[in-house]
């Protein structure tokens, strides 16, 4: 009997977190505009983990990531993604070269493309109150800060206002 109780709370528990990762997926993808990253990528093969590691394994703050250029000659830059060799992406580094075909450890990757950011359409709520006092008299609508409450005595609308405001 226990056992049957533990498996039906382990089974809500597992349900409830799919469900909550579900919610959070990208949907809609096929008719979204895309850019596929398919193609030569610039690539370092990092085997002592030079690009993230520090001498005693803390994160560098200047690491492969930050993708530095040397300014001078005393700038201690170690790597170049510009002058590095090129791997094919999606694809594995091993049978692309012969000399990384037993490579098994990190290999950074870079690729560098435009993206235009569109600013999100700006929309704007408004509360009417509407009260089954009196009949509906003409009043103006007044932006009002919402807030969720149990009894919400107004008519929420919600419109795109992107062609009329400045």
Known sequence: MKVAKLSCVLL???????????RNLIINVD???TVSLN????????????????YRYLPKKN???????????????????DKSET?????DWNSQQDKHFFYEGTV?????????RKPPPRQARFAESRRA???ASPMAIKPQAILPTARMPFAQTR????????
Not at 67 to 78: P, S, W, Y
Not at 108 to 116: E, G, I, L, T, V
């Open 12 to 22: 809500l528990f597992f349900a409830i977190n799919a469900y909550s990762l579900e």
């Open 31 to 33: 008719n979204r505009s």
């Open 39 to 54: 193609g030569k990528w610039r690539a370092i093969i990092d085997p002592y983990e030079n690009g993230y590691y520090d």
């Open 63 to 81: 690491g492969y990531f930050k993708n530095a250029k040397a300014r001078n000659k005393t700038d201690l830059i170690e790597y170049d993604f």
């Open 87 to 91: 791997l094919n992406v999606p694809g």
């Open 108 to 116: 950074w990757y870079k690729r560098s493309f435009d993206y235009q």
């Open 133 to 135: 006092e009196g009949p």
């Open 159 to 166: 419109f795109p206002v992107s062609g009329l405001l400045p």
